[in-house]
């Protein structure tokens, strides 16, 4: 009821479902015959999904849709990394420079983001992880590009293996890392094995909380930090 609402600035969604349940057909019907139902959102500021698999909310033709999002919080979504918010160009964009630069800005807006994943065993992650995203989940988007957010939350991202150079946004300000993402305080080691905040030149925080036991690298290189918590 609210797709053809114009106005719409906060939309959360908390344990719903699409009511086509494949992951291959979770899309949206862009038009119907009451209007554009993307209408709700052009103006989004803030997207809060938990537990929610919308695929399509997440994909890149929805968030190309949010201009305006400011805030994104994802929650407990299957087949869903952090990893998926890397703005892939398909080979035919590729070769194609007249199409590549057409492309619309990426989340260029956004301020503030926040990952929660619950941890899942190896053998989980082997079958919820589709094949050709196995690779990719185990890297840090490049979000060099969103050139205003300044703060980063990440819960659980247990996946996550690297967090490579110049690939976090300049504006950066605060970043937290917590290896305990469920309400039970559960502790189950991170992947991590590098992190580097290399062209953040404005961090000023940064907070890792729980166990890091394979993290190797911690470059602060550049950066102004003032407050630096390994608890």
């Not at 990952?115 to 989940?137: C, G, L, M, R, Y």
Request: charged share 25%; with cysteine; hydrophobic share 35%.
């Amino acid at each position: 009821p609210f797709l053809s609402c114009s106005s719409l600035r906060f939309l959360l969604l908390d344990h719903c479902k699409d009511q086509n349940s494949s992951r291959t057909d979770s899309t949206l019907t862009m038009t119907t015959d009451t209007g554009d139902t993307r209408a709700c959102f052009r103006k989004l500021w803030v997207l809060d999904l938990s537990f929610t698999d919308w695929y399509w909310l997440l994909s890149v033709e929805a968030l190309d849709l949010m201009v305006e999002l400011r805030e994104l919080n994802v929650k407990g979504i299957k087949h869903w990394s952090i990893s998926h918010l890397l703005h892939r160009l398909d080979d035919d964009d590729a070769s194609n420079s007249t199409r590549s630069s057409s492309r619309k800005p990426w989340l260029l807006s956004l301020v503030k983001l926040q990952v929660t994943t619950e941890p899942i065993t190896e053998d989980q992650h082997q079958s919820q992880v589709w094949k050709e995203d196995q690779v990719a989940a185990t890297l840090f988007p490049n979000l060099s590009s969103c050139k205003i957010v300044k703060t980063i939350i990440l819960d659980g991202c247990f996946e996550l293996k690297r967090i490579d150079p110049h690939v976090l946004p300049p504006s950066l300000e605060s970043f937290s890392f917590s290896s305990s993402s469920n309400d039970n305080d559960v502790h189950v080691s991170a992947k991590i094995e590098s992190i580097s905040f290399r062209g953040c030149t404005q961090l000023k925080s940064v907070l890792l909380r729980g166990l890091f036991q394979r993290l190797k690298q911690l470059d602060v290189s550049g950066t102004c930090i003032k407050t630096l918590d390994l608890r």
